[in-house]
Every structure is written in C-alpha cells, then in structure tokens.
C-alpha cells in the first residue's frame, strides 16, 4: 500500500526554524519526483517546493527561497524541508506528494503554527 | 509566473445537477493539468491528470477536458459524497500553481 507519513510540525516561534520529515512506502521512491504544498487555514492550496529523484534539481516557490530547503535520503526512503527564519505566513498544514508529472499521491499533512 | 483562474470560487447545487468547473492558465500549459477533490480535513485526491484521464478508482461522472489554457471538470450527475473543494494545478512549469479553489455546497 502506498504511504506518506509526514511528521516533524509542531509550534515555532517568529523567526524559528523548523524540519519536516515525509516517509515514504509502498513504492521505489528513488524514481519519483517528490514535493511539498501547504494550505494555510481556511485558504487554498500553495506549491512550495520539489526535488527530483537524484537530489540534483530543487525547485521553490519565492516565498521561500533561501529560507527553505528540500532535501532527500533515497536509502531511508524520506524527503524533508528544512523551514528557517519562520513567519507568520508560514503556518499551514504541510503536505508532502509524489510530483514531477504525475502528482498522484499526498500524505495527510502535518501542521506548523507560528506564534510567539 | 502563470496565474490559474479558477470559476466559479463557490457553488450551491442540489443532487442530480450538473456541475462545471473551470480554470483558465495566463499562458499555455499543454496538458499539464491535474484536478482535485478536497474534504476538510483531509488531503487532496487526485480526480484527473493530464487534463482529461480519469484517475483509476474514481467515478465516471467525473471528466476533465481542455488543452492550452481552457480547462473545465464536469460532474454528470451531482452525489452526496461530491460536496467538497476541487482545486485544479497547472505542473507545466515553475513556480507551479493551483487554483482558487471551487467550494461545491449543497442547495
């Protein structure tokens, strides 16, 4: 069965940093694209950031660029996001997907609240 | 950047009725277009991809049609367990983007 298991949200601090943690099963991770995309409270849904299956292409939505980084480890099967320098605007439920062209699949999100 | 317009952002319809949803690209994005499902609470689930193939598992009252930068999904025939969000996502190129979102309440 195919699973993403995202962990590592939680509560920050205005300017705080933050690892997300996506763990994947249930099929040959190092063949996908993976990804991330957060939907703040009541809001829509906002792509932040995709690696390929190597590592080797990282992409990010400006918001959060040089804040963020993607990043993956094919032999644990995980995909992360290193959130530093945290804002408001950053609280949302994180969701981690397999991306690239098919943009199949999501975890059941986890969330990160910024406040002080 | 390329903008995805998404119409209507809300609609009240009863069971039975049929539904169009539309988004419209800036520019344009071939095929590259997938279409969501969204509870509260829960994460998206794919209805379509590649703008027109109806994702294994999903109902046939759902399609997706367009090319470019037209895009509609339809809902033949309206059911109970369809009142939710539907967000359509533009993978053509970065930054990639969503729609607004279409809430579907019931009338």
């Known amino acids: 069965e195919l699973q993403l298991v995202e962990s590592g949200g939680g509560l920050v601090q205005p300017g705080g940093s933050l690892r997300l943690s996506c763990a994947a099963s249930g099929f040959i991770f190092d063949s996908y694209w993976m990804g991330w995309v957060r939907q703040a409270p009541g809001k829509g849904l906002e792509w932040v950031a995709n690696i390929n299956q190597h590592g080797s292409e990282k992409y990010y939505v400006d918001s959060v660029k040089g804040r963020f980084t993607i990043s993956r480890d094919n032999a644990k099967n995980s995909v992360y996001l290193q959130m530093s320098d945290l804002r408001a605007e950053d609280a949302a439920v994180y969701y981690c997907?397999?991306?690239?062209?098919?943009?199949?699949?999501w975890g059941q999100g986890t969330l990160v609240t910024v406040s002080s | 950047d390329i903008q995805m317009t998404q119409s209507p952002s809300s609609l009240s319809a009863s069971v039975g009725d049929r539904v169009i949803i539309i988004c419209r690209a800036s520019?344009?994005?071939?095929?590259?277009l997938a279409w969501y499902q969204q509870k509260p609470g829960k994460a998206p689930k794919r209805l379509i991809f590649?703008?027109?193939s109806l994702q294994s598992g999903v109902p046939s009252r759902f399609s997706g049609s367009g090319s470019g930068t037209e895009f509609t999904l339809t809902i033949s025939t309206l059911q109970p367990e369809d009142f939710a969000t539907y967000y359509c996502l533009q993978h053509d190129s970065y930054p990639l983007t969503f729609g607004g979102g279409t809430k579907v309440e019931i009338k």
């Open positions: 520019q344009g994005i071939r095929s590259d």
């Open positions: 997907a397999r991306t690239g062209s098919i943009w199949d699949f």
């Open positions: 590649a703008a027109s």
